[in-house]
C-alpha cells in the first residue's frame, strides 16, 4: 500500500511536472494583469505615464483620459507562428489588449501629449493644480 501511495506523491500524477513550475523571473508578469507594463510618475506639474506596448504600431494604439485615469488599448496584428518544431516555451502576446489605470492626481485631458518611439507610449498628462509637496523631519 505504502509503495502505491509513492506512485501517486514522488513525482507521480499528483505532481506538476518541472516545466509546469513558472520561474522566478516570470512571477512580475504573471501578476501584472492584461494590457501593457506601465511606469506612473508623479512630477510637481504633470503625471508622465510610461508604457510598454512592443510590436504595436501608433495607428493600432487608442487612449482615452479622463480626469483621474487613463485607459490604453490596443492591437498586435502580425502573427507568426511556426509550423515545424515544437515550441518549448511561447510568450509573445497577440491579439487586443486593453488596461486602465487610476491617476494618482486630477489631469487636465485637454492638455495631454503623446510620444510613442521604440515600442514605449510616453504619455504627458498635466495637473489640474499644482502639487504640493513639503520635506518632513523625523524626529
Do not use: C
Amino acid at each position: 500500500m505504502e509503495r502505491m501511495f509513492d506512485l501517486f506523491t514522488r513525482g507521480g500524477w499528483l505532481q506538476p511536472r518541472k516545466w509546469e513550475w513558472p520561474s522566478w523571473a516570470d512571477m512580475p508578469a504573471a501578476f501584472s494583469g492584461p494590457g501593457p507594463k506601465v511606469d506612473i510618475i508623479d512630477r510637481d506639474d504633470e503625471i508622465l505615464v510610461r508604457a510598454e506596448v512592443p510590436g504595436v504600431s501608433k495607428d493600432d494604439l487608442d487612449i482615452s483620459v479622463a480626469e483621474d485615469s487613463i485607459t490604453i488599448k490596443g492591437e498586435t496584428k502580425k502573427e507568426h507562428r511556426e509550423e515545424k518544431g515544437d515550441y518549448i516555451r511561447s510568450e509573445i502576446a497577440q491579439g487586443a489588449f486593453a488596461r486602465t489605470l487610476a491617476l494618482p492626481a486630477a489631469v487636465d485631458a485637454h492638455k495631454a501629449r503623446a510620444n510613442f518611439e521604440d515600442g514605449i507610449l510616453e504619455l504627458h498628462l498635466p495637473k489640474l493644480s499644482r502639487s504640493r509637496r513639503r520635506t518632513i523631519k523625523v524626529e
